[in-house]
């Protein structure tokens, strides 16, 4: 369902004012997700990390074990900061 949300926010007005009960369900999702993300500064250097990381491992352009090892060297550098 997340995949095909729209996230601008008239989109999301007219999104909700054809689909009310679709629109309810989804800003619950969301307010429950947004409770999930830790609230710390670095968090979106380190999910740029995490999703780089994977991509490396996914597209083969490092083994998983240099994509884990390289993520976890960039996230203690950012957090060391």
């Keep these: 369902m ?27 999702v969301l307010e429950d997700e947004q409770r999930m993300v830790p609230d710390i500064v670095e968090w979106r250097d380190l999910d740029n990390v995490i999703h780089r990381s994977l991509e490396d491992a996914f597209l083969g352009t490092k083994t998983v074990k240099q994509a884990l090892d390289w993520g976890q060297k960039e996230m203690v550098s950012i957090m060391t900061r």
């Design 2 to 28: 997340l995949t095909r949300v729209p996230v601008n926010a008239v989109a999301r007005a007219k999104y909700a004012k054809e689909l009310p009960y679709q629109a309810k369900t989804l800003n619950m």
